[in-house]
Antibody, heavy 113, light 107 residues
């Protein structure tokens, strides 16, 4: 069974940047789209960004468009989320998701001064 | 953007009860809806995809229906492990959107 492992979370100040990564040790992403989904404390699930296998179709939530960039390296079986101009409201638990079906265990991002 | 309005936001029920959760899309999205169960401390789990197809390994007491703008998730006979938060997701077009969630609690 494919396992997704997120990394790169942490505590940062508002206005700074952070880069999340997701890998699938021993597996490939196959030809599926990959996504990032987050859950802020006490809130529901929020889809953040998605990217097709060939990176030709990319989408973002309105709340992050222009600040976050999703990318993938299929040869390295890795997915990334470059998060710039971070805001307090970006504080959340971030999940990597394959085909909106297989979920990682998540990584925490805290934006606070 | 497609908005998904999910109701109710919370639901109190007993083991053995039948419950239904509804999502309404702000525009037609064919059958591009999934339903997810989220338990505290765990990753969400997809129960239903394509509005009505049961994910492999998911108990048959879970069922989904709908197309266009109205979608429902039904749990036929609640079991103790079913008490969790449930979300619909539309994946017809970017940006994908989740419903607000339904917290299912034990009465």
């Amino acid at each position: 069974e494919v396992q997704l492992v997120e990394s790169g979370g942490g505590l940062v100040q508002p206005g700074t940047s952070l880069r999340l990564s997701c890998t699938a040790p021993g597996f490939t992403f196959d030809d599926y789209a990959m996504h990032w989904v987050r859950q802020a404390p006490g809130k529901g699930l929020e889809w953040v960004a998605g990217i097709s296998y060939y990176s030709d179709v990319i989408g973002y939530a309105d709340s992050v468009r222009g600040r976050f960039t999703i990318s993938r390296d299929n040869a390295k079986t890795s997915l990334h989320l470059q998060m710039n101009s971070l805001r307090v409201e970006d504080t959340a638990f971030y999940y990597c998701v394959k085909d909106m079906y297989v979920w990682g265990q998540g990584t925490t991002v805290t934006v606070s001064s | 953007d497609v908005q998904m309005t999910q109701s109710p936001s919370s639901l109190s029920a007993s083991v053995g009860d039948r419950v239904t959760i509804t999502c309404r899309a702000s525009q037609g999205i064919r059958n591009n809806v999934g339903w997810y169960q989220h338990q505290p401390g765990k990753a969400p789990k997809r129960l239903i995809y394509a509005a009505s197809t049961l994910q492999s390994g998911v108990p048959s007491r879970f069922s989904g229906s709908g197309s266009g703008t109205e979608f429902t998730l039904t749990i036929g006979s609640l079991q103790p492990e079913d008490f969790a938060t449930y979300y619909c997701l539309q994946h017809n077009d970017y940006p994908y959107t989740f419903g607000q969630g339904t917290k299912l609690e034990i009465k």
